[in-house]
């Protein structure tokens, strides 16, 4: 029991250094051939509850492609989502294993070929994918540089945007009553965002658009934090305080290059940014996290997708 605890714990307090590790799987490839292994994706430790071997699923009458039916593991059903469907690939050995993934308040299983290992990254090995990959259900790119990994390249699959195709949000902004809509900020500052997923970056901005904030919208954490930067030197040679430039910081936690987390770090650990609010807004919930977001000196954590409690939030932090 020490040496799980201490594993977990391990795991855990990786979010304190910027890395995080990687589950590798494999879908098949594009043309199905099996002479060579297909590609390599990814997807965060964090968000894998467990890994077992593809059992009996039932299929539900009118169920389309992607999804393949539901399983009952221990009692409780979820639905069951072809990968390599959702990524046009076909699985030269079949659809071996089920990945049971807990996140943005959702229990679901991703059927795969393969599991082949889990790797620790720092964030700054991963970057961005470029707009076109994988028909926009990869968020980044994970550089294995070792030499044991011969510079292998892993596509980390954006799972939020994928869960929202299979799954798409339902849950909107409702109509305010009239004249609560608005939250007033200076004028001039601005709420500065942050999120490696279009899909949730579409999201914000409905609801940020919905409350009338202005908003600057990044991809990234770095992306943020030298944004961030940029404004404070306006700020500095308009002889205004930063808070004229921001109102607050809005900030997704897996983000390539800079997660939240250090994200958050860094503007609560300087004299000059440190006054601003910051909100996690993160699908990675559960207590760990939750005591890790409290850990950096975030001002709020609120869990994906629920623009409500998004809205709620914001009226929370942001100063009257």
């Known amino acids: 029991m020490d040496a799980f605890q201490k594993e977990i714990d391990e795991r855990t307090n990786l979010t304190s250094s910027n890395k995080f590790e990687l589950l590798l799987f494999r879908l098949g490839n594009p043309e199905g051939s099996t002479d060579k292994p297909g590609e390599l994706y990814g997807i965060n430790v964090f968000k894998i509850r467990e890994i077992v071997p593809m059992m009996d699923i039932t299929a539900a009458a009118g169920m389309r492609s992607p999804m393949l039916g539901m399983v009952n593991i221990r009692g409780q059903v979820m639905s069951v989502v072809d990968l390599p469907a959702v990524a046009g690939c076909k699985p030269g050995h079949g659809l071996n294993i089920l990945l049971i993934t807990e996140f943005a308040r959702h229990t679901q299983a991703f059927a795969v070929e393969s599991v082949e290992e889990i790797v620790r990254l720092d964030w700054s090995q991963v970057l961005p994918a470029d707009s076109n990959a994988s028909g926009n259900v990869v968020t980044s790119i994970a550089r294995l540089d070792s030499a044991q990994d011969g510079g292998r390249l892993v596509q980390v699959l954006d799972v939020e945007q994928i869960l929202n195709m299979v799954s798409p949000v339902k849950e909107q902004m409702q109509p305010p009553a009239p004249g609560n809509n608005e939250l007033k900020i200076k004028p001039g500052s601005v709420v500065l965002a942050a999120d490696d997923s279009r899909m949730a970056r579409a999201l914000i901005e409905q609801c940020l658009n919905d409350l009338k904030l202005p908003y600057v919208m990044a991809t990234d954490g770095l992306q943020a934090w030298k944004k961030l930067q940029e404004l404070a030197r306006e700020a500095e040679q308009e002889h205004k305080p930063l808070t004229d430039k921001v109102a607050m910081v809005l900030t997704d936690l897996e983000m390539p290059e800079m997660d939240g987390f250090t994200l958050t770090r860094k503007i609560k650990a300087s ?23 409290r850990s950096v000196g975030a001002n709020g954590y609120v869990a994906k997708f629920s623009p409500p409690e998004l809205a709620a939030m914001l009226r929370k932090v942001l100063p009257p």
């Open 271 to 293: 004299d000059l940014y440190k006054q601003l609010p910051v909100v996690i807004h993160s699908s990675l919930t559960g207590a760990a996290n939750e005591d890790h977001v």
